[in-house]
């Protein structure tokens, strides 16, 4: 005898009935889905079967052998070339502009020297 | 600022083709994925596809929303998703406890007070739309007996030892109608998005 009331709208019914189905499905051996595939005449263990229809995939293989890496790598190698160019040009302009504040603060100081005893140092001659 | 290579915006690949090129899924637990979307997309109105569902659930795993627990397999655990969209649609369209359509007598915050308006016409519509898919499914195994009292028991709650009481079935006629059912079952998901 049963002794639970279960309550049986069309609603809660199909909610059931797709509730257990779906763990059916969960349950379904990777033979049965072949099974059901070659009933309709598919092979989805060829590529590009038909059973795969409705969403387009890649399987693992197939996205590493496709264009759309083979583009995504390039643009990326591309890009990341173009990073370093931009990275390197810019370290040398800061190196260059480094220089620049550097040689304005103490300008050479063996030139300076040089002028400054030019300017400064006794004529030995007019001494004598 | 960070260059992005215009070709990839281009070419994004879907949450499922994510899925499939890094190997969470196999091509097998693709199908059984792409029949257990069909299901699930029946009784949901006609604009929200079986493809649009499994789109979702995969997003939803990779995106973090939903995270799945350790042990539990990758196509239980999408399925699981999937299950919840099609109960929060439910929901949803029913006017359940978050729709924003509930309307309060009072301004106050008292909710033992809340009143919620519902469509009638919705309830109606969800019952001839769920009693039009009952017999959707119950055509798929159509000329099969002993799966249609499976369903006929399914669908008043019972058990399967009650269902095999009530049948008057052994076990292993349970099992391979079970079995029946599943094949029906992958066949009809297996062809669609042919149409």
Not at chain 1, 29 to 40: H, P, W
Not at chain 2, 31 to 55: E, M, S, T, V, Y
Request: glycine share 6%; with cysteine.
């Amino acid at each position: 005898m049963r002794t639970k009331l279960t309550l049986t709208t069309p609603a809660a019914a199909l909610g059931r009935i797709l509730d257990h189905l779906d763990r059916e499905l969960i349950e379904a051996s990777d033979e049965e889905v072949l099974e059901a595939a070659r009933d309709l005449g598919m092979n989805p263990l060829m590529k590009g079967s038909a059973a795969f229809l409705g969403l387009q995939c890649f399987s693992f293989a197939e996205f590493f052998d496709s264009d759309v890496l083979k583009n995504l790598l390039l643009e990326r190698s591309a890009a990341q070339k173009s990073a370093a160019a931009q990275k390197s040009a810019a370290a040398q302009k800061s190196a260059a502009a480094q220089l620049i504040r550097a040689s304005n603060k103490q300008p050479n100081p063996r030139a300076k020297s040089t002028e400054t005893r030019a300017q400064t140092a006794p004529c030995r001659s007019k001494k004598r | 600022m960070p260059h992005i290579p215009q070709l990839a915006d281009q070419r994004i690949l879907t949450p499922a083709q994510v899925a499939l090129a890094l190997n969470i899924i196999s091509r097998m637990d693709f199908l059984r994925l792409k029949a257990i979307a069909r299901l699930h997309a029946r009784g949901l109105p006609p604009d929200i596809g079986w493809d649009d569902l499994l789109q979702e659930a995969f997003t939803r795993a990779m995106v973090g929303t939903r995270r799945k627990p350790q042990g539990v397999a990758m196509v239980a655990f999408l399925a699981g998703i999937m299950r919840s969209l099609r109960a929060e649609h439910w929901r949803r369209a029913h006017g359940g406890p978050a729709s924003k359509e509930s309307l309060r007598i009072d301004h106050q915050r008292d909710l033992s007070r809340a009143a919620e308006l519902r469509d009638p016409g919705s309830d109606l519509e969800r019952a001839l739309l769920a009693r039009e898919q009952i017999e959707a499914i119950e055509q798929l195994f159509a000329g099969d007996p002993v799966a249609l009292g499976i369903i006929a028991g399914l669908a008043e709650g019972r058990s399967a030892a009650q269902i095999r009481a009530t049948m008057r079935i052994a076990k292993t006629d349970y099992d391979s109608a079970r079995k029946r059912m599943r094949r029906a079952l992958l066949r009809e998901g297996l062809t669609c998005g042919l149409n």
